[in-house]
């Protein structure tokens, strides 16, 4: 058990929902790609956190789920990166319908050790989002708090080795605190410490944010202005559904994926299974912050 297990209600409540919204929607989607407007180009971005064997933890997936998943992606040439999102935004490039980008918040070291090799299997570009202060602050393995098991952060050498992988690495600001709830000089720190510290690290251009929690008071006009004048071209938020074009690029959808989940209802939300699911999100963002 970790602090991010779950109780079994809740765990079965809320895999029986997302479940239930997948399957409710199939019959539009597939009347959508049926019809005339099936050329029409959208993306989604793929959320994920943690990559092990850990019972009942929404935030982590199990390897041979994710491999699948991955596997599943590329067979169907779906995979799409960062720089990819940034022209299709901007007008300039078209992309396949239903592409979809991997991204990877907080910064664990399973993202390294576990998700990497399976990226790099399959050639499946994917983004890292980290959270700066959090870097080179765990032990190498891990741990144990209050009787509970804690996967560590990243060193710097691995996500140096993640970014030579091809590995896109964007902010995920620098104390993982939500911007919507700071001022607006705390936020301008967090957007601005974050990029840079990555930067020197690096040697990298950073163009890309991930807002921490990214639920509904997370993010508003303030903070989409500050990541603006902060150098983002960039930004992802949690909640769910398709980027379009014209779409605000500082105010972005994802779409989590979470473990325990069968491989039919991955391939329904990667088609918009779990677009909807964004309704939840304004009603029951207190449940969905991340640990």
Not at 82 to 96: C, N, Q, V, W
Not at 205 to 228: E, M, Q, R
Not at 281 to 291: I, N
């Amino acid at each position: 058990m970790t602090s991010n297990s779950i109780k079994p209600f809740r765990w079965y409540l809320k895999k029986t929902a997302r479940g239930g919204m997948c399957l409710a929607t199939l019959p539009s989607k597939r009347l959508l790609l049926s019809n005339n407007q099936s050329n029409y180009s959208l993306l989604r971005v793929l959320t994920y956190h943690r990559f092990g064997n850990v019972y009942r933890d929404p935030f982590c997936i199990e390897l041979k789920e994710f491999q699948a998943q991955m596997d599943w992606i590329a067979r169907q040439n779906l995979a799409v990166s960062l720089t990819d999102i940034e022209s299709f935004l901007a007008g300039k490039k078209d992309l396949p319908r239903n592409a979809v980008l991997v991204s990877v918040d907080d910064g664990y070291r399973s993202l390294y050790l576990n998700a990497l090799p399976i990226l790099k299997q399959y050639s499946i570009p994917a983004v890292a989002f980290i959270t700066t202060s959090n870097i080179d602050s765990s032990s190498p393995n891990n741990y144990s708090k209050n009787n509970e098991t804690i996967e560590p952060y990243l060193t710097w050498k691995e996500v140096e080795a993640l970014a030579e992988a091809g590995i896109a690495i964007g902010s995920h600001a620098l104390t993982h605190r939500s911007l919507g709830k700071m001022s607006l000089d705390e936020a301008y720190q967090e957007a601005v410490m974050s990029r840079e510290s990555i930067e020197k690290n690096l040697g990298i251009n950073v163009t890309a944010f991930a807002y921490p929690f990214g639920t509904f008071p997370d993010f508003n006009n303030s903070t989409t202005l500050i990541l603006k004048e902060s150098g983002y071209k960039l930004a992802f938020t949690s909640q769910h559904g398709a980027i379009v074009p014209k779409l605000d690029p500082l105010t972005l959808p994802r779409i989590k994926v979470e473990g325990g989940e069968p491989m039919w209802m991955f391939r329904l939300l990667v088609y918009g299974g779990l677009d909807e699911w964004r309704l939840i999100d304004r009603m029951l963002w207190r449940l969905q912050q991340s640990p």
